[in-house]
């Protein structure tokens, strides 16, 4: 069984196809479980790539899509939001959220509808690499058809 025929890299391969048909799914010879491994198998800046990291935030759950070379800011969170608590989700609620397992949550194609905040800085980079659904399988897009395709809302959300 390949990569490309895991339930979760179809729901986003689908995604991609619909949004672009020229946009599609890369598997890597090696994990890009993380921001540094995928930076490190795709040859490219650490911040290209794209951390789709899913908060609770009092009463639901948001994602937010950050550089790699960042980390989220819980106090910029809280005042976006006008709300008091935001935690990381733990590993059995980001599978029940999104349909992903962690090292690879991807910027779409989730279980359930969740509003989403992309961070400003990763508009720096003219290409990005997000997580398709699996450690070994990302895929190869824009800043602004990511903001297009996930349809969400850009802040500062970075420390």
């Known amino acids: 069984m390949t990569l490309l025929n895991k339930e979760p890299v179809q729901r986003v391969d689908k995604l991609l196809k619909k949004f672009d048909e020229n946009l599609s799914v890369i598997i890597l010879d090696t994990s890009a479980r993380t921001a540094q491994e995928a930076a ?9 790539i794209v951390k789709s990291l899913l908060l609770k935030t009092e009463n639901s759950f948001t994602l937010f899509l950050v550089s790699g070379d960042k980390k989220v800011s819980l106090n910029k969170v809280k ?26 949550v991807s910027p779409i194609g989730h279980l359930q509808k969740i509003d989403t905040l992309m961070d ?3 508009e720096r980079f003219k290409i990005l690499f997000a997580a398709a659904g699996h450690p070994n399988c ?10 297009k395709i996930t349809n969400c809302i850009i802040e500062d959300i970075v420390e």
Do not use: Q, Y
């Open 120 to 122: 400003n800085s990763l």
């Open 138 to 147: 990302v895929f190869k897009i824009s800043f602004k058809n990511l903001e």
């Open 79 to 104: 005042k976006i939001l006008r709300i008091k608590d935001a935690a990381m989700a733990n590993a059995e609620e980001v599978k029940n959220i999104t349909g992903f397992t962690i090292g690879g």
């Open 40 to 48: 490190s198998s795709l040859g490219c800046e650490v911040g290209a």
